[in-house]
């Protein structure tokens, strides 16, 4: 799986994440899925009941799938929910074992799941990527976290609908 990560989603999150520095900040991410890859071209930030700590963040829930659904209908069903993301200030781009129980918890609802984090302090954000995936379904539920390799591409020259998005177009877009 490629993690494709528009240059726009990543500036906004790295506002967000300056923004409440050095507490924690996140939303959700909007995007398509493509075979495997997954590609992120928009996303909501806490909403007003979020919960924002050092080392935790906690997305208001009720919020966010309102959000989904009104963005799911105003592009006439093109955008979907692809996962979580928050931001670590001053941190290291690693998941938490909040951030596995959290993944795991989206894991349940939704296939593959992605959990972004990005760290750092004041206009220098590090994006990476993880899939979530559930291992023994019918058992004791565990979480396989796997890193995904993320390249962030530029939306601004270009920008055909989902049905003409294949991976092999974005590649031209990446610096
Ligand atoms: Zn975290």
């Not at 994440?17 to 991410?29: D, K, T, V, Y």
Request: charged share 25%; net charge negative.
């Amino acid at each position: 799986m490629t993690v494709w990560l528009s240059s726009r989603v990543m500036q906004s999150m790295a506002l967000y994440a300056r923004e409440l520095s050095p507490l924690e900040n996140g939303g959700i991410l909007l995007g398509w899925r493509s075979g495997e890859d997954r590609i992120i071209v928009d996303l909501r930030g806490p909403g007003r009941l979020a919960l924002h700590g050092q080392h935790c963040f906690v997305p208001d829930h009720k919020w966010q799938v309102a959000e989904i659904k009104s963005a799911f209908e105003a592009s006439e069903g093109d955008l979907d929910y692809l996962g979580d993301w928050h931001s670590h200030p001053d941190g290291v781009a690693e998941m938490s074992d909040l951030d596995s129980a959290t993944l795991l918890r989206i894991a349940r609802s939704v296939t593959t799941p992605l959990m972004l984090i990005v760290a750092g302090s004041q206009t220098d954000w590090i994006p990476r990527c993880w899939r979530g995936e559930i291992v023994r379904p019918l058992f004791r539920r565990r979480l396989m976290a796997t890193p995904e390799e993320l390249k962030i591409f530029d939306p601004s020259t270009v920008w055909p609908r989902r049905t003409a998005v294949l991976p092999s177009l974005l590649r031209d877009f990446t610096s």
